[in-house]
């Protein structure tokens, strides 16, 4: 096998996290020292990230038969890698109150970024495993890195088992298709579907929907939900920060591949199985939002019914383009708004007493003490909620044209009493922050807790983004709709 | 340009009200009143350029004035402000009640001052924009955020009621405001983009633009639809009866000077906007709902002002019989009478400058009285001097007297629909008898009677100046319009007109 130096640049950011990992491992090893080991990861995933524009030149590419990289694939790499420097920003000063090892926080988070970066651009069912289990393995390291903490070990081995005991129905469900197309390149399945596009085989399709099960594990819809608002409790704001985003990103860039063939060959099974699922995690997510005392557990069962929102735009099967661009436009404004709220919970949060600022009530008049740290959180809720001058209206402005667009007339209906309901309970909390302050000794911890200047000055800068971007959404619009993807 | 600067000037004033009131507390007050002195005159100067209409038709513009710059090309969507005869009016509209909002707010504004007119400047420039915008995205984007300014102004400012029991109801209203606004807006957004995408297939051309939208073409159902979300998104705002629960518990929470503009501004916005979008999108199904809509605004004059019987706060019983006015507006809408619509846009601003002047009297009675319950008030015609008399002129004009505004806003109404709705509007016109009844009950209960001992606090007798200025004010424009009211009624005849006859002519082939 022979690999050009253009694939080889185009893997690029592959190999400088790879490199990064072996750096960290070696300067771990030799002399532990928290800020170098936080210098080296950040300078890795910056670098891999400013790699990407050179990778820019030469997509659409395969690199051998297991990668596959194209414009759109860039857009999510973009997203992924950014996210997890957020994460790794925020971890630093999270983890200096650490007493014990600090070093590997930076480790698990680079494995699993690898992890995500390998699915991103897999073309081939082994990668898609092995990422999946290469993303989802250190983040159990993640959530559970916090060990001594009460909920930590109980998240972490609710997630190991659920993650686990799905990964060997989606390993079971390759075996399917491997039995029928006797390949396991993703080409030789739109190859099969395309053969039987009458009548498609049985096993085949039970395989892909295995495969699909297992995905919407990892994104919480509705039937596989169960761990998502203990996990989201357990976890520290950090890793939970790394957890949300960017491997729900990844999966759902990895669902959107394998679920367009199957809109493509109209197997409408899934459709309607998928359309019903959505349904009951968006009404279901926002209702069990509203009665939720612990703000992480409301983050968790809202973003039930924010990956409901999500997967919406899978069901168009006429204009393939738009949908990309809507989900695109609602993954943005899902990043951003995810990396506010957590990096403010995060940033009040000492490593050790975490649980403390997680009921709702803590947060209680917080804004007679800190107005510009409430006003952030605000405009991060509202723009959760999908509010006008908000970019995450203008994803919902997108799914919601898409839907009308497509004429889906039940999932319409659901979306707006969905969104309704959503944004009652994302209301309760932005009222709580502007009640009357009680005696409250939490409230008075938070604002001392917030000492780190330049950590909510950078949230400012993210939430003033957030909403120019959502007066001003041509540039991201611009920016979405150039990369268009080219499906294998 | 120069239609940008309505929605510009306040959005601006506000900002600057908010960082000059770090280094001079009395500034932002100066600041805000100039500038909406400045949209006032603005506003008022529109009216004496050219007005020359242009013969409506598909390809030329009929607008007396427009601007337009691209926003966000991918849909079509641009920033295009218009206006003609009808949204002068409410822009002069807006910007006097502003001005006595602002004169209202003067010395009782005590915290926040620079936030305070912050959040009321918002209020107006984005009024004033869902008065001039033309593009759908533009108006639904106004419509919305609105109700911004007027949930903080409330949670900030609101009216506490000093009982352990009562502490949060004011957030409960808020959060009730909020939410019945955020329902509306989301019937509202699907509905645009049903319309939108609807002229979409029709035509291939995506555009949220009024006057592309207002020729697409279809089907007797699919318009049903939509008219019915406009319908229902304009009536939660306007508040008819079902929808109608946001509005007192607004009221009776929301500070004096905050429902002042609630009432006269926010309410009139969905007027403007069923005369606006609703009739000339949707002729055809709107006649065959007329006669139900017109049922609907039946039932809320009456259920409103017998429910305003029962109330003991005033500011409730105001509110209550505001709502019933606004069933009248909803009668004169569907009726497809010239005269009923120039009655509806007489009866809105006369309503508008009568009921707000009693809620600026109100708010200076509590100021003296500490209360508003009716109960523990009475006999205080003798301890205040001017604000009984003021009170008892605004309540008779609110019940419509002739020589007022509102007496010839009602005739013109109720003469305009009885040619086509004889039965229902006579019923219609008994409901005078209980609003009548329900504004004598306040005055007496308030000002005759036998001064009750519960009372606990000093009368002053002393009136300030400012607060017989915007009295007189109001008293003085709503007797000029009363004995003039063809200044009002040469502006809007011929927008008016327009819509009329794209209802009308719908109605007359339908009855032949």
Known sequence: ????????????????????????????????????????????????????????????????????????????????????????????????????????????????????????????????????????????????????????????IKYMILSCSVSVLALFGIALIYSITGSLTFSSLIYELLVSITHPDSVLLCGLGLVILAFSFKLSIFPFHIWTPDVYRGTSSVALMYLSIATKITVLSLFFKIFIFLIFFHIDVFNIVLEIMLCISIIFGSIMALFQTSIKRFLGYSSISQSGYLLTSLLSSNDFNFSLESIGIYLISYLLSSIGILGLISIISHLDDESQFDSIACYRGLFWYNPIFSSIMTIMLFSLSGIPITIGFIGKFYLLSLIIKENFWLLGIVFITGSIIGMYSYLRIVTCLYLAPLDNFNTKRIVVNINSKKYVFFLFIISLLVLILGIYPNAIIDIISKSEPIIF | MLLLIFIMVPFLGGILCLILDQYDIKVSHYIALISMSMVLILSVSLLFYDLTIYIPSIYSSYWNFEYEIPWIPQFGISFHLAADGLSILMLILTSILGIISILCAWDKVRKYIGFFYLNLLWILSFSMGIFLSIDLFLFFFFWEIITFPAYFLMMFWGHKINNKKFCCNRYIAANKFFMYSQCSGLILLFSILFLVYSNYLSTHILSFNYDLLRNTSLSCMLETYIMLGFFLAFSIKLPIVPFHGWLVDFHTYSPIFGSLDISGILLKTAVYALLRFNIPFFPHSSVSFSYIFMLLGFITVFYTALVAFSQDDIKRLIAYTSISHMGFALIAIYSASQIAYQGVVLQTISYALSTSALYCLVGQLFQRTDTRDMRNMGGLWSSINWIPGFSLFFAVANLGIPGTGNFLGEFMILLGSFKNHALLVSITAFSLIVSALCSLIMIQKTYFGHATVTRNTVIVKYVSFREIFISVLLLSMLILIGFFPNIILNISEIPLNNIRTIFSNFILTTRL
């Open chain 1, 1 to 156: 096998m022979i690999i050009t130096i253009n694939q080889l640049i185009a893997f690029s950011p592959l190999l400088i996290l790879l490199l990064t990992v072996i750096i960290t491992m070696l300067s771990i090893a030799c002399n532990r020292n928290h800020f170098v080991t936080f210098l080296c990861s950040i300078i890795g995933l910056i670098l891999s990230l400013l790699s990407l524009y050179i990778v820019r030149m030469s997509v659409p590419i395969d690199v051998t038969m297991l990668f596959h990289i194209d414009k759109y694939s860039l857009l999510y790499l973009v997203i992924i890698i950014f996210s997890s420097i957020i994460s790794c920003i925020f971890s630093y000063s999270w983890l200096k109150n650490c007493i014990y090892n600090r070093e590997e926080f930076y480790l698990l988070l680079l494995f699993s970024t690898i992890g995500c970066v390998s699915l991103i651009i897999a073309n081939h069912m082994s990668i898609l495993f092995i990422g999946m289990e290469l993303m989802s393995l250190p983040t159990l390291g993640l959530i559970a890195y916090t060990y001594f903490k009460r909920n930590s070990l109980e998240a972490a």
